[in-house]
């Protein structure tokens, strides 16, 4: 009889647990509002898609409204507002290159904006239906610039870069290399089109965001809008050439300046006497992307385009032909009550030879060279505009 009794005891207990493990068995699993969109990339000379899910969990009780009443429950509102708003943050961004562990890859963003209508009735539907699941309804806005763009026009791998140091380099000098640097951001070069350095840059003056800075003229410097553009059109010509693409005009500074060292490796412009263009022969579009380093204060210039197989050397300058440095020039400078302040050194005149060899499979296919001839070159010291040695 004790036997019995304690089974008697445990059977209802046993269906009870039972039972709940029934219902939690059966128990509703959350519902979740899906964004689906595929994304693309550039890796390794190829386009590659994969898919983009983002999913949200709606309010139980806000569903369990909904379908009582077969229409989108006011309690779903401010979760909507939420993920209305993170979608429509994911704003579209054009393709750009990045170097990842030493491989580059290309990369965009298409935006997304928001169907709010169209996303309630997908929701309205799915709980009608008994489902658990319900697309967010979007428009995409895809970047003019995509990564699609870059494989139509044959741009998949990294042909070159460039780079140069402005380190040392006064505010407003660095104010201009940036300003001409973003200037030459992520343009395209057309097949056979010839890059005009002058003509990409525009006009130089406050209007365009120059400021004034040392240029060289007559002799010695002067304050003139733009002065520190020279750093960007060496630093582009240094990516160019080591492309192995054809330089078509190009130009030396007077006297060597070493923020454009090594030397010789340098292209000097002022227009619209002197000027830097290169020819386009890959028979694809060429990317151009700037970057730079405040805190090193370095600029690079890095091109994309298609594979021509180039295996592109550049030596090392042979510099000979060495004469005095000249006597030292003088240039106003509000700055110098009394006395003299240094603005640049004094340079002796030199030649410098640098080689260009350019292979393809192995086989020399072009080999040319870089001559720069630079005078001697004075001391520059800025005096009080008021003194007797500028007359």
Known sequence: MMKRSRLSMLLPLLALGTAARAQETHSPSPFKLILVDNQSKIQKGELKTSTLAKSWTLPGDGVKRSKKYNKISST????????EAQVNAHQPLPAVFKNVGGQ???????????????????????IGGGKNEARVAFRRVVPQRSVKVLVQRGVLWHVAGGKSSY???????????????????????????????????????ASTGFVPGFIISGGTLAKEDGGGICQVSTTIFRALYSAGLPVTDRSEHSHRVKYYDPVGFEATVYAPSKNLKVKNDTGAHLLIQASWNRAEQSLRFDVFGANTGREVTVSGPVISDFLAPAAPSYTPDDRVAAGRRLLDTEMQGMTSVITRTVKVGG??????TLRSVYRPWGAVYGVNPADARLN
């Open 76 to 83: 779903l509102m401010p979760t909507l507002d939420r993920i």
């Open 167 to 205: 380190a040392g380099s006064p505010d407003f000098r660095e104010k201009n290399i940036l300003v001409g640097a973003s200037k030459l951001d992520n343009f395209f070069i057309a097949p056979d089109h010839e890059f005009d350095f002058n003509e990409e840059i525009g006009q130089i003056d």
């Open 104 to 126: 580059w890859i290309a990369t965009d963003q298409t935006g997304w904006i928001f169907d709010r209508d169209g996303t309630k009735d997908n929701i309205r539907k799915a």
């Open 363 to 368: 086989k020399t296919v072009s080999t040319d």
